[in-house]
């Protein structure tokens, strides 16, 4: 474990901020960083985790059905979460965090994100999609569909747990596709993953 001193982004005094920086292993994750930043002045925190350990690019696929909504799965800050019958992408950005849930809690946060989507939505077409999204989920749930579950990590850091879940490896031009939502740096030459970080 370090601590150092640094100037807050908040309140800008100088020296006031504590940054603690540790790592450890977790099980699934591999070897992790966890930081820690508080301003002793104006009260400002923030902690995050990010997976240092890189393995092979991975794809995990599960056709979700009632009897395995308790799948469990590691999603990590670098993974993209598609179910491509309801429409539904969630890309890493630069607040990603990584979790474990189960196929279910997947699910639930799905459904979180378009409740909110739908309480914006002023277009019709956009909230009777939504609202079909919400019985699609619903039916799900029940047993009453069949829907497929993709998770997608260039960096290997995720994991659909159950004897149905079928692994790949990610191919180059996959993973081209994916956002990271990190700037990487290999063989001491800086490549940036995402386009989007050069703007």
Same mark, same amino acid.
């Given at each position: ?5 640094s100037?807050?982004p908040?309140?800008?005094? /100088?020296?006031?901020? $504590? ?16 930081? *820690? ?32 909504? &308790? ?7 670098? *993974? ?11 890309e890493?950005g ?7 849930? &189960? ?11 378009? /409740? ?8 019709? +077409? ?6 079909h ?18 998770? $997608?990590?260039?960096?290997? +850091?995720?994991?659909?747990? +159950? ?37």
């Amino acid at each position: 474990m370090s601590k150092m001193l640094s100037d807050c982004p908040i309140c800008k005094q /100088q020296k006031c901020m $504590e940054v603690t920086t540790k790592t450890e292993k977790i099980p699934y994750f591999g070897e992790i960083m966890e930081s *820690t930043l508080f301003c002793h002045k104006c009260g400002y925190k923030h902690a995050d985790a990010i997976c240092i350990e890189k393995k092979d690019p991975v794809k995990y696929t599960l056709i979700i059905k009632k009897d395995n909504l &308790n799948a469990r799965v590691v999603k990590s800050q670098t *993974t993209t979460i598609t179910i491509p019958e309801l429409g539904l992408k969630v890309e890493p950005g630069p607040q990603s965090q990584g979790y474990v849930s &189960n196929v279910e809690g997947v699910l639930d946060r799905f459904r979180k994100a378009v /409740q909110t989507a739908l309480s914006w939505a002023e277009d019709e +077409h956009a909230q009777k999609n939504a609202l079909h999204i919400l019985d699609s989920i619903q039916e799900v749930k029940d047993g009453q569909k069949e829907i497929t579950l993709i998770v $997608e990590d260039p960096f290997g +850091h995720s994991i659909i747990i +159950h004897e149905d879940a079928l692994k790949s490896k990610l191919s180059a031009e996959e993973i081209e596709k994916l956002e990271t939502g990190f700037i990487t740096f290999e063989n001491n030459e800086l490549e940036i993953d995402d386009e989007k970080g050069e703007d």
